[in-house]
């Protein structure tokens, strides 16, 4: 089966089982129910079955990818933790487009500039390396 990714959009909302499993996944990157399970499940005892349907959720819900395997699939995300952390944060500052406002941009980098000056020139290499990445 093809790597489902995910595409522009809000994120869906998450159980807290469904961002168990995702940060399990995020921290070993690949793994099958049984192994998920073994993970998140011993605190709140709760059956295989279940956290198939929350691997299954997150599956429908783009976060996941899977490639079946003899007779399981094994799951892999679709954003990095970094990525679902950018879009949470976009999200909670009204979206991208109030990300990319002049306003938001410049308190952005002050933040940064205040706080790190080193994050601060890899930010000026990210923005030279974007638009080097867009020229024909």
Known sequence: ???????GGP???????????LEHLWHVG???????HSAVAKQRRISVNTVGSALERLYRKRLLSRVKVS???RYTPTLSRD?????RVAEAAGGVRALASEGMLAGFVDLVADTDSEALDRLEKLIAERRS????
């Open 1 to 7: 089966m093809a790597k489902r990714t995910r595409t």
């Open 30 to 36: 690949e793994a099958d129910v049984v192994q998920v």
């Open 71 to 73: 007779h399981a699939y």
């Open 11 to 21: 994120l869906p909302r998450l159980g807290d089982l469904e961002l168990a499993a």
């Open 83 to 87: 990525e679902f952390r950018v879009h």
């Open 133 to 136: 990445e867009s020229e024909p």
